[in-house]
Every structure is written in structure tokens, then in C-alpha cells.
């Protein structure tokens, strides 16, 4: 009876250390196939960019900029979100625009009467992710060019990377959790979750690109193309030359490749998230 008792008290202890004990990481592979139908893209009658559920009915995160103006302070309209089954809803943008939010560059949509419980991701803590650990990264690369007549890519990729840093550091008022990665970071992928491949969980979004243009010439080259500068220069064959540079400077931003980037930690995501559900009133 004392050994039966021994040994009962053995597989106890035994389970308990099980349990605590964190799972192998997952595979690449295995990150691609178990995460990306939670996975989604945003469209805006301004951005397109990938976002990612966060909840089973229907709460997704995606960067600021995707379905913010960070300059004038709204919402960008039409926001739809496209799900893995090919099929488009309407979402809206609940979290209210404040200054702490753009400069962590969030937004938190949510999707209007999702028909069924959806795939979803979990948030992690950027902190438990170690420098040089493994990760995985989901989105879709619009601006990369496809080798067919350079149209526009379309399909979602999933990415592979690693921490490369994590830092914080304050604004104002405003503290921001940062990780960097070493990885595609290109136009279209903000939005996209870094995921912890120790974890399986989310512990960062994707937000910036860290190589490419400098952001002088990016704002210069914005500017021209839109046609916001106060003199235009025509040459002689009649080309507007303005615009032409800014194109110009738009395409090398779009294309050039590099492999760094930046994300906004999972701690603020997950603030932003229990932010805008304190202030979601579902529309009438």
C-alpha cells in the first residue's frame, strides 16, 4: 500500500512538471498550415494591407496606418476584411484615435456579424520571446511586383524570421513596446502578426520597415506624386517632371528589398484591443 501510494504521489509530481513544462516549438511548416486561415486582408477606399483575428467572433488587429489617416486623425471608409475562404465582410474601425494609438500605429477593426465562429490567433507577451528566437510572419506583400507584366501580388505568404532586438521607449506619455525582426518587411505585410515559434503565439505586429528610403525622400516622393507641392515643372516634350519623380521615388520605395523590420509589442496590442471593446457600440 506504501508503494502503491509512492508511486501515485511519483506520477503527481511527474504531471505537474509536465505541465509547466513548455511544448517543442513548431516548424516553420507547421506555423504556415495551423496560422494563416486566421490570417486576413484589409481593404480601405485608400489602404489594402493584413490584418489577423484575434477573437472567435470576429475581432482583428491590424497597424494604424492601414485604416487610420494618422494625419487628419479618421478612419478610413469601406473597410472590409477578407477572410481564408475567399469571402469579404464589412468591419469598422472601434478603437478610438487618440495620440498614444497612432504612435503605436494600431488599429482594432471589427468585423460586423461574423455568420460563425472564426479562426483565431492568440496574443503572447513580446517579453517571453528571446533575441534570436525563431518566428513566423503571415501577410500579404502587395507591393512586390509578380513576374508576369509586374501585376501586383495577390496571394498570402507566410515568412520566416527572427528577433533580432526588443526595446521600449517613450513618447511623450506614450510608452512603446517594440520587437525587431530580421525578415521581409514590404509594403502590404504591416498588419501581418509575428508569431513566436517557442509559443505559437502573437507577440508583436508588423508596423515598419527599417531599410530602404530615408523618410525625408519618402515624404518628398509622396508629396510630388499626390501633386501637393506649390510649383509644377513641365518639361520640354510636355512630361510634368514632379510627377515623374515622385512615381519614381514611390516604385523604389515599393521595391526595394530588405530584411529588417519592426512590430508594436503584443502587450500593446492586447491594450488596444480591451480599448476598443470598452468603446464598440454595434451599428443600428
Given at each position: 500500500m506504501v508503494r502503491l501510494n509512492l508511486?501515485?504521489?511519483?506520477?503527481?509530481?511527474?504531471?505537474?512538471?509536465?505541465?509547466?513544462?513548455?511544448?517543442?516549438p513548431i516548424t516553420h511548416v507547421e506555423a504556415c498550415g495551423k496560422f494563416s486561415s486566421a490570417v486576413v486582408e484589409v481593404d480601405t477606399d485608400h489602404e489594402k494591407g493584413t490584418g489577423f483575428i484575434v477573437s472567435p467572433d470576429g475581432w482583428v488587429l491590424t497597424a494604424g496606418h492601414v485604416a487610420i489617416d494618422q494625419r487628419k486623425g479618421r478612419n478610413y471608409n469601406a473597410i472590409t476584411v477578407k477572410l481564408w475562404d475567399g469571402s469579404t465582410l464589412p468591419a469598422i474601425q472601434a478603437l478610438p484615435i487618440t495620440n498614444d494609438i497612432i504612435l503605436r500605429d494600431l488599429a482594432v477593426l471589427k468585423i460586423i456579424q461574423p455568420k460563425s465562429a472564426l479562426p483565431y490567433l492568440e496574443l503572447g507577451d513580446e517579453n517571453d520571446a528571446k533575441i534570436g528566437s525563431d518566428i513566423t510572419i503571415i501577410g500579404y506583400p502587395f507591393s512586390a511586383n509578380g513576374p508576369l507584366f509586374g501585376e501586383p501580388i495577390e496571394s498570402k505568404f507566410c515568412l520566416f524570421g527572427a528577433v533580432a532586438s526588443k526595446t521600449h521607449f517613450q513618447i511623450g506619455q506614450t510608452n512603446i513596446d517594440v520587437v525587431y525582426f530580421q525578415g521581409i518587411s514590404v509594403k502590404g505585410i504591416s498588419g501581418s502578426p509575428i508569431i513566436s515559434r517557442d509559443t505559437g503565439k502573437v507577440i508583436a505586429i508588423v508596423t515598419t520597415k527599417l531599410i530602404g528610403i530615408s523618410t525625408a525622400l519618402d515624404q518628398i516622393g509622396e508629396t510630388m506624386a499626390s501633386g501637393r507641392?506649390?510649383?509644377?515643372?513641365?518639361?520640354?516634350?510636355?512630361?510634368?517632371?514632379?510627377?515623374?519623380?515622385?512615381?519614381?521615388?514611390?516604385?523604389?520605395?515599393?521595391?526595394?528589398?530588405?530584411?529588417?523590420?519592426?512590430?508594436?509589442?503584443?502587450a500593446d496590442a492586447g491594450y488596444a484591443v480591451k480599448k476598443a471593446q470598452r468603446y464598440y457600440k454595434p451599428p443600428k
Open positions: 508511486v501515485f504521489v511519483c506520477l503527481l509530481i511527474s504531471t505537474a512538471l509536465h505541465s509547466q513544462t513548455p511544448q517543442h507641392y506649390s510649383m509644377k515643372i513641365i518639361s520640354g516634350s510636355g512630361v510634368e517632371l514632379g510627377q515623374t519623380v515622385g512615381n519614381t521615388i514611390t516604385t523604389l520605395r515599393d521595391q526595394l528589398a530588405n530584411g529588417l523590420g519592426g512590430g508594436t509589442g503584443a
